[in-house]
């Protein structure tokens, strides 16, 4: 098997794990009811860190089609290689170690992983392109 389906594969696992570390943290400010209910009502904001969680979630949600479409592409296309993966590895580690950061709120590191991420996918993008 492709290395880079195996990178989506785990990309997966951590999906799941913003999904759960947002719910989490959303269940434990507004409780059991809320998160088993319609939801409907009006909430307060969320506590930093939940917020963060959210955030954190979503900026996963917004690359993750980038990276869905370029690692199987290059698998499609035939064209992987050591570089794809080393873009592949590069993107899904530093998304996994962007959650905690951003969890935590660490400013400017955070950042640069984000920018190791793109750097990643560019390598995939690049081989994917050419």
Same mark, same amino acid.
């Given at each position: ?59 996963? %949600? ?8 370029? %690692? %199987? ?12 993966? %080393? ?44």
């Amino acid at each position: 098997m492709p290395v880079e389906l195996k990178i989506l594969a785990w990309s997966c696992i951590l999906l799941l794990v913003h999904i759960f570390a947002a719910a989490h943290i959303k269940t434990r400010q507004y409780g059991t009811k809320w998160n088993v209910g319609a939801r409907d009502e009006e909430l307060p904001p969320l506590d930093p860190v939940g917020g963060r969680l959210v955030r954190a979630q979503a900026n996963f %949600l917004e690359t993750y089609p980038i990276a869905i479409i370029v %690692l %199987l592409g290059v698998v499609i296309a035939g064209k992987t290689s050591g570089m794809t993966a %080393l873009g592949g590895w590069l993107w899904l580690g530093a998304r996994a170690v962007y959650l905690p950061l951003y969890g935590m709120g660490v400013p400017m590191v955070r950042t640069l992983v984000y920018v190791v991420s793109m750097v990643g996918l560019a390598l995939v993008f690049q081989a994917f392109m050419g």
